[in-house]
């Protein structure tokens, strides 16, 4: 796959068009949630209030499904995945724009930060030394093939996210293409749909592999140890 020509360099380094979009969804939630939290009220509410309070319960109560007692804790980080995964997949369909999730150097750093948020999260649970040996059981025979499965899935993580997202806009395209204007809210409303999809289950597979890490030693509460939910892979 070639690589996208550099819009402009910061001294060595390219700037891409799919570099320029993300730090424009970054722009957009930080100054988004700066806007939703600035007048907060717990007397009367307004829509967007409403609206924000819901979709935070709605993460949270995901999160208690998988790893009970522990939604305050993953809640930030699983949140704002969800939140800008979904956003990443739906800036295609502004005109002009291509999704950050079909570039294959975004969803890798993605999967990457998921990588090393299950280390994290999982050291933080149960202790760096019942972590560590975790990668021994049952036997230290095994432990090439955990490193093999921890690689494996993170490779699968961002293959996944962007293969799907690539392949919805190229679909779309061509139907744009084939059929003109005569199809484009059926289209539009099926890349809304999957752009979702795709969002919702590479925030809950980051979630699953995430409560395997803090589920991995003795020293895991046993409040934590509910099997997580069956994720749909299309």
Do not use: C, K
């Not at 949630?33 to 967007?48: I, Y």
């Not at 021994?136 to 921890?150: C, D, K, Q």
């Not at 059929?179 to 099926?190: D, E, I, T, Y």
């Amino acid at each position: 796959m070639e690589s996208l020509p550099a819009l402009f360099h910061l001294g060595p380094l390219g700037i891409t068009a799919t570099v320029v979009t993300t730090w424009g969804l970054l722009l957009i939630l930080a100054l988004g949630s700066w806007l939703v939290t600035r007048h907060l009220s717990l007397d009367q509410p307004g829509l967007a209030q409403t609206a924000l309070e819901g979709a935070v319960q709605a993460v949270d109560e995901a999160i208690e499904a998988v790893l009970p007692g522990r939604g305050g804790l993953l809640l930030p980080f699983i949140g704002t995945l969800w939140l800008f995964v979904a956003l990443a997949n739906l800036i295609g369909l502004v005109p002009g724009l291509s999704a950050p999730t079909g570039d294959l150097s975004t969803t890798a750093a993605l999967a990457l930060l998921v990588f090393f948020s299950v280390h994290w999260f999982g050291i933080r649970a149960v202790g760096p030394r019942a972590y560590l040996r975790h990668y021994l059981a049952p036997s230290p025979l095994l432990l090439p093939f955990h490193l093999l499965g921890e690689l494996s899935r993170t490779l699968a993580l961002a293959v996944r996210l962007f293969g799907n997202i690539m392949s919805l806009e190229m679909a779309a395209l061509l139907v744009l293409l084939v059929a003109g204007l005569l199809v484009p809210v059926p289209v539009l409303m099926l890349h809304v749909i999957e752009a979702l999809v795709q969002a919702y289950i590479f925030g809950t597979l980051a979630l699953i592999y995430i409560a395997g890490g803090m589920q991995s030693g003795p020293e895991a509460s046993p409040a934590t140890t509910s099997p997580p939910p069956a994720v749909p892979v299309p």
